[in-house]
């Protein structure tokens, strides 16, 4: 749902020249900013990694519930392939700007008794030390889906339908916890362009940052 709302930011900013989208299946965009791989393994990117060069940023929105999972099935999604893309990236393009989503109440600590809260911390940690010319860590909490996006996952578009109509209250009485897909595109954007004050930004941050992208609205 996020990578959704991400590229649609992409497509519609002007200053956007050129977008990579990278994954298992295709995203069912049409777009001449875009071109797409449809990659299997992702945890080995050998076989593409031509492909990989000459990139401003990363925007990383792949992620999963745990609900359900291990520990070592969820590390292997969250934190393996996540290093893999990221450890990639890094030796191509020196200077590139790595954005990850990760999500409120993470833990850095990487010792809490949340299984998820401690591999997303270890996940962060990991990224933060690797040589980017910047990396930032988003950490929303409820994020609001707009322009027809939908979650991919059952139990999220439950909840969305149920709660659709006062999502936007309680977006504007409480900006700490609640956002929107186009809200934390645009973040991205302006974090790639301009930088940040901080490398981890938790919802209320996310929702500060003014979106200057000039582009007509759809």
């Not at 998820?116 to 990396?135: D, I, Q, Y």
């Not at 595109?185 to 930004?201: D, N």
Request: charged fraction near 20%; hydrophobic fraction near 40%; charge should be positive.
């Amino acid at each position: 749902m996020v990578g959704q709302g991400v590229l649609r930011e992409c497509l519609l900013d002007r200053d956007v020249q050129d977008v990579l989208s990278i994954g298992r299946t295709a995203t069912g965009y049409h777009h001449q900013k875009l071109r797409e791989l449809v990659h299997n393994d992702l945890l080995d990117f050998t076989s593409i990694q031509s492909e990989l060069s000459g990139f401003d940023a990363c925007f990383f929105c792949l992620g999963v519930s745990s609900a359900g999972m291990t520990e070592a099935s969820y590390a292997r999604v969250t934190y393996d392939i996540t290093l893999a893309v990221a450890e990639t990236l890094v030796r191509l393009n020196p200077g590139l700007t790595f954005i990850y989503v990760s999500g409120a109440g993470t833990d850095t600590s990487e010792r809490g008794r949340n299984m998820w809260a401690r591999v997303k911390g270890r996940t962060e940690n990991a990224l933060l030390r690797l040589p980017f010319g910047a990396a930032y860590m988003l950490r929303p909490g409820v994020i609001q889906p707009l322009h027809g996006i939908k979650s991919k996952t059952k139990l999220y578009r439950i909840f969305y339908a149920i709660t659709g109509l006062i999502l936007p209250i309680l977006r504007a009485a409480f900006p700490m916890y609640v956002t929107t897909t186009e809200q934390v595109g645009c973040a991205m954007l302006e974090l790639a362009r301009h930088g940040g004050l901080k490398p981890v930004l938790e919802s209320r941050d996310i929702n500060a940052i003014h979106c200057s992208r000039s582009a007509l609205s759809v």
